[in-house]
């Protein structure tokens, strides 16, 4: 639904306000001496799965600005505080909610962002945030830094050798710092701790940050009733505000038989708990969400029931031949998930019989054969 006129007017008023408060605050700051100068600053307000894709062109530019000796700070969004809980990056972070709901929630989103804008300067601003949004172009517009380093996401030519378009876009920002690896492809996240799996436990991760992202219950319980029937156990890998929901899966998946309901776990916990669960799995299957990143990253057996509302702009990406990601190609790929049919047909209309051969070709370690 198109925004209102009025709408329309109040936010541009608001942004105004917002701009001509920085401006004073600026000039008060100056002279009570309270501007921080540093010599980088990384905007990078993600989620869990975009971040872990950006962290090593992030470890480039930090190490780089080290090295010269110069400070680096993070403006991250809040929806990434576990991963970085988990892995801190070497500098500073500054952090704001990246989409708050509500009017209330959102004025302090302002006042976060207008405080950063107000008392940093930066030789050099990189912007790791590549989608066209009123916050990410409004910092854009009234950051003072010497040196500013952005790109749509509209702007990168296609990506080479299977990189998704998120790392062709921050090989392009590194190669306009002089940071450019030799090949696009050092810069995809490797994470190590491939443990030993644990024979016959299969991981779960069925929901994404989206509805329109996941794949039918229907499909999960179809795929979870040929694990069982071959002794597997199941642990569903959900958010915190996503346990009910999975519970109920975890029902469906039971049937009402007492023993397959032994085999079926609801897990929700911490960053380090995924990761112990995901390196140890016999294989994981999992909707476009953080798990499948996390899994490719260990180079663990994976199949992803992945859309095409941005196929290619995140994934697929593989480590090695043990990780599908599967779809179901159609002429409407890449709508930014406005979806003009009567229904997800790019994810509803993969079958649980293509995920069980996708699960069984990573076992044995398949090369995937793209459908696109």
């Not at 500054?94 to 300067?121: C, D, M, N, Q, S």
């Not at 989206?210 to 199941?234: F, N, Q, S, T, Y």
């Not at 799995?281 to 941005?310: E, I, K, N, R, Y």
Request: aromatic residues 6%; charged residues 20%; contains cysteine.
């Amino acid at each position: 639904m198109a925004a209102s006129p009025f709408s329309a007017l109040a936010k541009a008023v608001a942004w105004k306000t917002v701009a001509a408060a920085i401006a004073v605050g600026r000039r008060v700051f100056v002279l009570l001496g309270q501007i921080q100068k540093v010599d980088t600053i990384i905007y990078k307000a993600d989620r869990l799965g975009d971040w872990l894709l950006a962290g090593p062109t992030m470890e480039r530019i930090v190490d780089a600005a080290r090295a010269r000796g110069g400070t680096v700070v993070i403006w991250a969004g809040r929806e990434s505080a576990a991963l970085r809980a988990w892995q801190p990056p070497h500098c500073p972070v500054e952090t704001f909610e990246l989409e708050p709901r509500g009017g209330l929630a959102k004025l302090r989103r302002a006042l976060a962002v207008a405080r950063l804008l107000i008392i940093y300067e930066a030789r050099t601003f990189v912007c790791l945030r590549h989608s066209p949004e009123p916050v990410r172009n409004f910092v854009i517009a009234h950051i003072r830094a010497a040196e500013i380093h952005a790109m749509s996401w509209l702007i990168a030519p296609r990506p080479q050798r299977g990189l998704p378009h998120e790392i062709f876009r921050h090989y392009k920002i590194l190669e306009g710092l002089g940071l450019a690896p030799e090949a696009g492809d050092e810069l995809l996240p490797k994470l190590h701790g491939r443990r030993e799996s644990r024979a016959g436990r299969a991981v779960l991760a069925p929901y994404s940050s989206a509805p329109i992202k996941d794949w039918l219950d229907e499909g999960w319980c179809a795929v979870g009733a040929e694990l069982l029937a071959r002794g597997l156990h199941l642990e569903l890998w959900v958010g915190p505000n996503q346990t009910d929901r999975a519970l109920a899966l975890a029902r469906k998946l039971a049937g009402g038989a007492e023993e397959a309901a032994r085999r079926v776990a609801v897990r929700s916990g911490s960053i380090d708990a995924l990761v112990d669960a995901i390196a140890a799995a016999s294989v994981v299957l999992s909707a476009d969400t953080f798990a499948a990143h996390l899994a490719t990253a260990l180079d663990v057996p994976m199949v992803c029931v992945l859309g095409g509302g941005q196929y290619g702009d995140f994934a697929p990406w593989q480590r090695s031949s043990r990780q599908h990601w599967i779809t179901h190609p159609l002429p409407c790929f890449n709508c930014d998930w406005r979806c003009s049919r009567s229904r997800v047909e790019c994810l509803e209309d993969i079958s649980p019989t293509e995920v069980m051969k996708g699960m069984e070709a990573v076992l044995r370690g398949e090369p995937q054969v793209s459908a696109i």
